[in-house]
């Protein structure tokens, strides 16, 4: 098969989708690689690096979309890219299409196969989300505290505190990959932690992680509300796997936040998990808006801003799963992977991914239907 990996062209997307090992391994398995041009430099890897393990350089992006049979990247495609989608065109790559239904009609409409890393799925696991999630929720920390600062905008506190005065308050909404990694900098901080969550099964046992360093709540309105309003910093990480994110902080919490608090936003791909930030991201470049005098970080690629550290990450785990559609081509590797079959999110002309569908309200093809 032909792969492509075009360079990325999101505002401040550093990252590329394939390093040079992943590349080798791709070549050594009989593929051909078309790598656009200073697609890695921004995440260390230049372009001999790449020509070195076997990759064929392209200096344009319309003729790496163009020669390939597969188009392996790290963000959506955005519409300027739109031109290039062919009927049988595999895109592989986050797609997070619940928040974007130009970009599903445009993959539906054009009949390419795409492949969402956010939905691949395997033991009850999203493999290919995770590596980013724990990037974006120690990064989620990282930046809520730099946005706490005076010349920032924020209320003028450190998360730690000093003898005699309080630590921040810092408040997770949701116990998994990113709300984790988050507790963890937060606690590694020495800010006061509390967790919610509606599994009572997953507090215990980051009860057990952390101890008394944290706090935690079962996840209800009445305890969210309660919560935010005493937070100086808020991390809202909900996520139902390729759906939109429900909208658990309202505009009316945000009201009762003090001046200069924070809210970091980390489910914006999915749509965004507060009232003030759906459909309303931001960028490494503008990342912050400020309503009702909060701070509100709604960046939709925070771990591009780390590209050297997210590629890698993103590589090791997506790199199976390209080897698996290369070999196989998509019908026959989704027979083979059940894991792999959940990330197909149209197909065909079809959206095949039910929850989606109905979010979009767009109609549904079970993919067994067309394999």
């Avoid at 890897?45 to 390939?68: I, M, N």
């Avoid at 120690?138 to 730099?146: C, S």
């Avoid at 730690?160 to 408040?171: E, K, L, M, S």
């Avoid at 791909?269 to 990342?287: A, V």
Wanted: charge should be negative.
């Amino acid at each position: 098969m032909i792969i492509g990996v075009p360079k990325e062209i999101k505002e401040q997307e550093s990252r590329v989708s394939c390093t040079p090992a992943a590349v080798y391994q791709l070549v050594q398995a009989g593929h051909t690689v078309y790598v656009e041009k200073g697609a890695g430099i921004e995440s260390g890897f230049d372009d001999d690096t790449y020509q070195d393990a076997g990759a064929k350089l392209l200096d344009q992006a319309a003729d790496v979309w163009e020669k390939s049979d597969l188009i392996y990247k790290v963000k959506e495609p955005l519409e300027s890219e739109y031109k290039y989608f062919r009927p049988g065109l595999i895109i592989y790559t986050y797609l997070h299409l619940a928040a974007n239904p130009t970009l599903a009609q445009a993959l539906i409409d054009n009949e390419v196969v795409g492949v969402a890393f956010e939905t691949v799925e395997e033991d009850h696991k999203l493999p290919l989300l995770k590596p980013m999630s724990e990037v974006a929720g120690r990064m989620a920390v990282q930046e809520g505290a730099h946005f706490l600062t005076k010349p920032n905008g924020g209320k003028g506190i450190v998360l730690q505190g000093v003898p005699g005065v309080q630590p921040a308050h810092v408040i997770v909404v949701g116990g998994g990959t990113v709300g984790t990694a988050a507790t963890r900098i937060a606690v590694g901080m020495g800010a006061r932690v509390t967790v919610l969550d509606v599994n009572i099964e997953r507090l215990g046992e980051l009860f057990n992680i952390f101890g008394d360093k944290i706090e935690t709540l079962y996840s209800n309105p009445y305890n969210i509300k309660r919560c935010v309003q005493n937070a100086d910093m808020v991390i809202s990480t909900i996520l139902i796997p390729g759906r939109r994110a429900p909208k658990l902080i309202t505009e009316e919490m945000v009201k009762t936040m003090e001046a200069g608090s924070v809210i970091v936003d980390v489910a914006i791909d999915q749509g965004g998990s507060t009232e003030l930030t759906e459909n309303h991201p931001t960028t490494h470049e503008n990342p912050t808006f400020v309503k009702h005098d909060v701070i509100h970080y709604a960046v939709a690629n925070i771990p591009g801003a780390v590209a050297m550290t997210s590629t890698a990450a993103l590589s090791n785990s997506t790199t199976k799963y390209a080897l698996l559609l290369a070999n196989k081509g998509w019908k026959e590797a989704v027979k083979e992977s059940e894991g792999l079959r959940h990330g197909i999110n149209t197909a065909e002309g079809y959206l095949t991914n039910e929850g989606l569908a109905d979010d979009l309200g767009l109609d549904y093809k079970d993919l067994q239907e067309l394999i």
